[in-house]
């Protein structure tokens, strides 16, 4: 059954992800992101991180891609802005993520499995989470939410200058 919903889970995050690639429309693109998100919340569960994927559900499917429809219609950016350029970018871009992808399949073809094991009883549990972000992973918490602050008046800022 895990391997069912695992290949569910990696369809739909594939799928979704070539659809944020692929569509010009802002807001198609934003609801594909967004079902992607929710497809990595289910590999967290999937793994028994049960804290995490909610929180992947909440702060980025749930606030962040509010954010970010805000500023599409914030902008109100529109087709007509995009001018015809980036043509080398149409065929040189498949041609390296292929490249790329054979990169990829000949490192993993090569390298042995970790063998982990079972995680500890207390995996992805609120008080080992906290106890890590709170010491170890502090200060990058810290400038993460700084640069989301200033994208956010970055957004802002831009908006006003249109007005």
């Known amino acids: 059954m895990e391997m069912l919903a695992f290949f569910v889970l990696a369809v739909l995050a594939v799928a979704s992800a070539l659809v944020v690639l692929t569509r010009r429309n802002e807001v198609v693109c934003a609801l594909a992101l967004a079902s992607n998100l929710v497809s990595i919340a289910g590999f967290y569960f999937l793994l028994g991180a049960q804290f995490i994927g909610f929180l992947q559900i909440i702060v980025y499917a749930g606030a962040i891609m509010v954010l970010i429809v805000f500023v599409v219609m914030l902008l109100n950016l529109g087709e007509e802005r995009y001018p ?48 890590e972000l709170f010491t170890r992973f502090f200060y990058p918490f810290e400038v993460i939410s700084l640069l989301l602050v200033a994208a956010m008046i970055g957004a802002v800022l831009l908006a006003k200058r249109r007005i």
């Open 84 to 131: 015809e350029r980036g043509r080398a970018q149409k065929w040189l871009a498949p041609i390296l993520s292929l490249i790329f992808a054979v990169i990829l399949a000949a490192v993993l073809w090569k390298t042995e499995p970790l063998g982990l094991g079972e995680p500890p009883p207390d995996f992805g549990t609120v008080a080992v989470l906290g106890r």
